[in-house]
């Protein structure tokens, strides 16, 4: 008993107020081993994350618009006709929402946060309150994820639902992390939730708290754990009983383009007279505009075994200056002589 007390002390230097989220449903093995691991690691955690499986959503920003679901959720964990939101009865750290990543991340900072974890509601919802949780009033972190299956390329950056809930975090000025892993298998966290070290949920998990746990520490007094308007991009490999050779993948910065990422393109079968989508390297994948232009990309990493890639993005969408510059100059006529922007810095 004395023991465990000490370790939670221990823990609870780097103490954080984190919101979980993912795409692939607040029933996804992954995301559950991830929550279970932060809490254990000392951190307050809320997960907010879709009822059903919301992959390939990318940042697209759903509410429901009924008080309750109209369908089964993923795994019919909660069924056709249930609150289209709500929390687990033994957890009120675990909730559903019939929306978006993105959209889960808007109702954790703007509903179940002020509503059930701010130090100011804490006495009108005392009751409402599972004994031992904490009060939320800043939050610290968005995690997302892991993601079942890897988000590489930019194409997947603009489709991802893991990634579209980080960036959506990002426009708040919430720091944000996207995990996704290579373990591709869609799984119910009532089927395969264990403690098995072998698990690629489980390590995953480790490697979340590993990463967030660096990055905390290394904030010491600065206010924000990322700069305004950042997030983290991260792809795990295979692990554990995917490849049991990697347990302990090693982590490599990496550019979010680059070789190997590929943009979707659509095939005509001639035969069938039907058109499918694929992907294809393109030359306008190679650019290098922004950050450091010697890393590798997040595909060639990879493809390269047992390693995970950290891509960090910034949502100003802008062109750079001498770009934005050469083209403005070329509209020139169409604008008012006062709006030269050659000569502004
Ligand atoms: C995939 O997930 C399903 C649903 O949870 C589970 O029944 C099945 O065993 C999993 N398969 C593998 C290979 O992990
Ligand atoms: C094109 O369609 C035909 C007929 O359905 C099929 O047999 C063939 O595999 C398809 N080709 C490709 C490249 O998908
Ligand atoms: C795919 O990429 C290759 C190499 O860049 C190019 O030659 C080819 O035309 C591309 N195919 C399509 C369909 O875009
Ligand atoms: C499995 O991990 C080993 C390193 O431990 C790596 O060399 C190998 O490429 C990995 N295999 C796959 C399929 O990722």
Known sequence: MQIFAFAFLFACVLCKNIILTNDDGFTATNIRAAYRALKDAGHNVVMVAPVSQRSGWSGKFDVPYTKDLLTDGEFAYKKKGDPAWGYEPSDLGIWYFNGTPASCVGFALDYVLPKYFSSSSKSENGSEQASGNQTMDK?????SGPNEGVNLSPGLFTISGTIGAAVSAAYRGVPSIAFSGSNGNNSFFKDSLDTDKMNPSNIYANLVVDFVDQLFKDQEEDERLLPLGTGININLPHVGYENESCTDPEWVYTRITGPGSTASIVKFNETSGLVSSGSNTTKA???????????????????????SSVSLFSIDYDAPKTLQKKIYKSLKPLFKEDTNVEDNN
Not at 139 to 143: A, C, E, T
Not at 285 to 307: I, Q, R, T
């Open 139 to 143: 939050v610290d972190l968005v995690v």
């Open 285 to 307: 994948l190679l650019v290098d505009y922004n950050g450091l232009d010697f890393l590798p990309s997040e595909a060639s990493v990879l493809a390269s075994g047992c390693k």
